[in-house]
């Protein structure tokens, strides 16, 4: 009896491994399409033949440039930020304001419900105040950015701060005599260390991505830059888009092949590039 | 769910209240005065309304070199041979241009105007169709530049708020190799220029589409004061299924991506002189359905760079600049006095596409009679 | 709910030092009030706000209107038929995945670039896109070479069909994300026990894993349903002119001229987009909850 199923069972291993694999082939194959376009697009020759003359104009055209370094640097920023903002504050709510809890909560998941595009339009009127006080850079779409970025990053550290007991470290070194601050830097921190570091990377992702809020605000930032040239130079747009996104692809893979393998012996998932149950609405797409 | 606790409750509540109080503070930021140059010579250029004023074209000059900058928009560098437009005048008085959104449209200009007032963004000149010009009349500074005398009383606003610099007449540009030649605007709505005609632009934002859709009306029956036979025009072609909602540009076209364009001569001619050996891009203007339009200039009342937004001007329309703008097929408005003076570029005006038939030109009560109609039909029917 | 608070000693209970503890999460508070709670008062406000500030409801009956009537309809119907195409497909990717090692380089390679996919929708993709079936594309032309016009019936890359196909490449991603931690926890003991009791893999299927995926699928869905619904970007680039959807309705009110009566009509727009995506986001957290008794 345990002979047959057996051989069931490696029949129907086979079987299964035949139909995942299919299925991976397929749906590679349905992404993997247009990235193939997109290069055979960009280096298309006069004639039929091919050239790089669209990847070298990168290099040259000083506006897109400019996007790319201005979208790089509001990355940092927002990054940078969301986490000044968020961490303490859900460090102390998780050790002081328990009852506070699901208000920063609500606040934090409320942009989920807000898309970008409605968002823009309430936010056109406090922007020129933005401007006034601040100039007119789009390293001001640093505010609104992290806004957006809010729900992914509250879940991320949320999970982070969840997973030890805060409670019990902070008490023990507060019964030592360390102050809130040092509890914090050296208690706390270290023991979100890969929360804090999906937020953050969540964050730059979501930045590089976004198009929406940038262009109906009138800012430079890569997207916009990218769109703006497709309309005058569809070679140099397509190679900027594909290479922005394989530099995303392989970031985020080194990020979790580095993570996971840092971790070692214990059996967590990699490092999370969308937190699992709260991964909303894709706020670039 | 849950009810909130109490402590927390009351604390959402003041965040809330803090939220409406400010929501209900007065709406945009007050606009920071422009006159970032405390001198003289900057203050008075914001309000001078001719290079006399400012005590000749030697001191504007003096002026807008000071300033070092001038902000256009929407000035596509294949439009009118603008690309060379704008480095001829930045090499001959080192004034650094800055184009941005070149391929914006009328009302994009002035959506940047109002969102950027106060600036150093924002644009200092417009070009603009005469609809949103005459829409838009309190945004511009009055200006006469030197030759103001050449141009015609009924192709300028009497102060120099807005002028007529360069006309054209309405075309269907196509791909030669791609689709049958158009003999009329009808011709298009034919099988076999399924999803192939694209319009250059949103027709109540953008001046290249909105006569467009007066040469459709032309086209189809209408006339300069009914334009919605043109606007049922492109309600069929869409329902062909010829339609493209795309914004042609010189990529598209030469991408393929819009065989047929409805856009002026001379841009579609600048096309044909581009790809010349790649596409075979060929300009029709359909016989019975001329029509003639010009742009305008116009200063920004609050130019960040007053003074070189005046050169600006006084460059466009000297014998240089409109000898330009010919290079690029536009019809400068100042043509038929330099015919008379003998300053205009043979060469450039003989290359003209040609025009035959009598051309329509809008009348100032025709474009915003035809304006407000659009604005109430044409998202309906093409959408 | 009450455990929590057992630390407070009664000295702490003082109100000087409770006013103190609410200061540090006053920076938060006071920059969501601002960034977030503002602007959406501002569409809320604006939707109801007639021209001369007075209120009426008038943006709101104009949005039950054509053309905008439409364009929720279609928006809708997009949003739905990705939803499921990127459930589907999604759920059978990351079953194709969860199979293997957990930190083998399959996962690691799919979930990254799913995580790529799925944020970087956009302007990158409908240019990709344009790159595959546009006019000049690398199928359209491949087709065309065997003598198979791709675009016969018309440019249906530029509305609902072609849509759907482009929103697929985000979907479909943000599926894999979502649905592989619900996959994650079907413990394989689960398998062994159906098996050990008889039970054939369709078994397992339709009494064991089915109902308890059930909840996460479907809440995936609403998942998906209200990222298209919300969606801007990918739209934008692909289509320049006109406004097929919700989104392309609002930037095109954004763009254009003011005109009077219809001022606050982009923010009536805003404010049906925000009902909507509240009430499937609303559904999904209660699925949520329903889910995580299970598979935690």
């Not at chain 2, 856009?263 to 581009?274: E, F, L, S």
């Not at chain 2, 600049?321 to 043509?335: E, S």
């Not at chain 3, 540090?24 to 939707?47: D, Q, Y």
Request: with cysteine; net charge positive.
């Amino acid at each position: 009896m345990a002979a047959v199923t057996a051989v069931a069972g490696a029949g129907r291993r086979r079987r299964t491994a035949a139909l995942r694999w299919s299925v991976l082939v397929l749906l590679g194959a349905f992404f993997l399409l247009p990235l193939l376009a997109m290069l055979d697009f960009s280096t298309k020759g006069p004639g039929g033949g091919r050239t790089l003359t669209a990847w070298r104009e990168i290099g040259r055209d000083t506006e897109l440039l400019r996007a790319i370094a201005a979208s790089l640097e509001l990355s940092v920023l927002t990054a940078v930020l969301m986490l000044v903002l968020l961490v303490p504050t859900m460090t102390w709510v998780h050790l002081r304001l328990p009852r506070v809890r699901r208000l920063i909560e609500a606040l934090c998941l409320l942009p989920l419900v807000i898309p970008a595009i409605v968002l823009v339009v309430g936010i056109a009127s406090l922007y020129s105040w933005v401007t006034y006080y601040l100039g007119d850079s789009p390293l001001t779409l640093t505010f609104v950015y992290v806004v957006l970025v809010l729900p992914y990053a509250y879940r991320a550290v949320e999970s982070g701060l969840s997973a030890v007991d805060l409670k019990t470290l902070s008490e023990a070194a507060r019964s030592l005599g360390a102050s809130w601050t040092t509890v914090f830097l050296r208690v706390v921190l270290p023991n979100v260390r890969s929360a804090v570091l999906s937020a953050g990377l969540l964050s730059v992702a979501l930045v590089l991505g976004e198009f929406t809020i940038a262009s109906l605000l009138n800012f430079q930032t890569l997207q916009v830059g990218i769109a703006l040239t497709g309309k005058r130079d569809a070679g140099l747009s397509i190679a900027v888009s594909l290479a922005a996104l394989v530099l995303a692809f392989v970031l985020l893979l080194l990020v979790s092949l580095f993570a996971g393998r840092r971790r070692g012996a214990r059996a967590v998932e990699p490092l999370q590039t969308v937190p699992p149950a709260a991964a909303a609405p894709a706020v670039s797409g | 769910m849950t009810v909130l606790p109490r402590p927390a409750r009351r604390l959402g509540l003041a965040v809330a209240l803090v939220a409406a109080l400010t929501a209900s503070a007065c709406g945009n930021a007050p606009s920071r005065s422009s006159s970032t140059s405390s001198s003289g010579a900057g203050a008075g250029a914001a309000t001078a309304t001719s290079a006399a004023a400012l005590g000749g074209m030697e001191a504007l000059i003096a002026a807008a070199k000071k300033e070092g900058a001038l902000n256009v928009i929407a000035l596509p560098p294949d439009w009118t041979n603008y690309g060379e437009v704008i480095s001829t005048f930045e090499k001959q008085y080192g004034i650094k241009v800055t184009s941005a959104q070149p391929d914006g449209s009328s009302q994009d200009e002035i959506n940047a105007a109002n969102q950027l007032k106060g600036t150093d963004r924002a644009p200092d000149v417009f070009d603009l169709s005469s609809p949103v010009a005459i829409a838009n009349v309190d945004l511009f500074a009055p200006y006469q530049v030197t030759t103001f005398a050449d141009v015609r009383a009924d192709l300028k606003e009497p102060s120099g708020k807005y002028v007529s610099d360069y006309g054209g007449f309405m075309s269907i540009g196509y791909d030669a190799g791609k689709v049958p030649a158009p003999t009329s605007v009808a011709d298009l709505l034919k099988p076999e220029y399924k999803g192939k005609v694209a319009l250059n632009g949103d027709p109540t934002q953008a001046g290249a589409a909105f006569n467009g859709v007066v040469m459709a009306a032309l086209g189809s029956g209408g006339s300069a004061d009914d334009i919605s036979k043109g606007v049922d025009f492109f309600s069929q072609l869409k329902k062909a299924g010829n339609f493209l909602p795309v914004d042609p540009s010189p990529a598209t076209i030469a991408s393929g991506q819009t065989p047929v364009v409805f856009d002026w001569d001379y841009t579609n001619a600048a096309q044909t002189a581009k790809l010349a050996g790649n596409v075979d891009w060929k300009v029709v203007v359909p016989s019975g359905a001329v029509v003639g339009s010009y742009y305008v200039q116009a200063i920004n009342k609050d130019a960040p760079h007053p003074a070189a937004a005046r050169l600006w001007q006084e460059f466009l329309y000297s014998d240089t600049g409109q000898n330009l703008w010919l290079k690029g097929f536009g019809r400068p408005v100042r043509a038929e006095a330099m015919q008379k003076a003998g300053t205009i570029d043979k060469a450039a005006f003989d290359k003209l596409p040609p025009v035959s038939g009598t051309p329509v030109f809008l009348t100032e009560a025709q474009s915003a009679a035809a304006n407000t109609y659009l604005k109430a039909n044409w998202a309906k029917a093409v959408s | 709910m009450r455990a929590g608070s057992g630390t407070a000693a009664p000295v702490r209970r003082g109100l000087g030092r409770l006013a103190a503890d609410h200061l540090a999460v006053l920076p938060f508070l006071a920059f969501v009030a601002v960034f977030l709670l503002w602007p959406t008062l501002t569409v809320i406000g604006g939707a109801f706000s007639a021209d001369d500030g007075g209120l009426t409801l008038s943006n709101l009956t104009g949005i039950f209107r054509s053309p905008y009537r439409e364009s929720f309809v279609r928006s809708i119907q997009l949003s739905a038929i990705t939803a499921v195409v990127g459930a589907v497909l999604g759920a059978a990717l990351a079953w194709a995945v969860v199979a293997g090692r957990p930190d083998g380089l399959l996962r690691r390679v799919v979930t990254s670039a799913a995580g790529v996919m799925a944020q970087f929708g956009g302007v990158t993709l409908a240019f990709a896109f344009l790159a595959t079936v546009g006019f000049e594309g690398l199928v359209t032309v491949f087709l065309r070479d065997r003598g198979v016009n791709l675009f016969a019936g018309g440019a249906w890359i530029f509305e609902l069909p072609g849509l759907v196909l482009v929103y697929s490449y985000f979907q479909i991603p943000l599926m894999v994300i979502v649905f592989l931690p619900a996959l994650d926890g079907l413990r394989p003991q689960w398998r062994e026990a159906s098996e050990s009791l008889g039970g054939t893999g369709w078994t397992y299927l339709r009494l064991v894993a089915g109902p308890l995926l059930a909840p996460a699928f479907l809440g995936s869905l609403l998942l998906l349903f209200a990222n298209a619904f919300s969606a801007y970007a990918t739209a934008a680039a692909l289509i320049s002119q006109g406004a097929t959807i919700v989104p392309l309705q609002i930037r095109a009110l954004q763009t254009g001229e003011v005109i009077l009566g219809q001022q606050g009509l982009g923010k009536a727009l805003g404010l049906g987009m925000v009902v909507v995506v509240a009430v499937v986001m609303t559904l999904y957290a209660l699925l949520q909850r329903r889910t995580s008794r299970w598979l935690r």
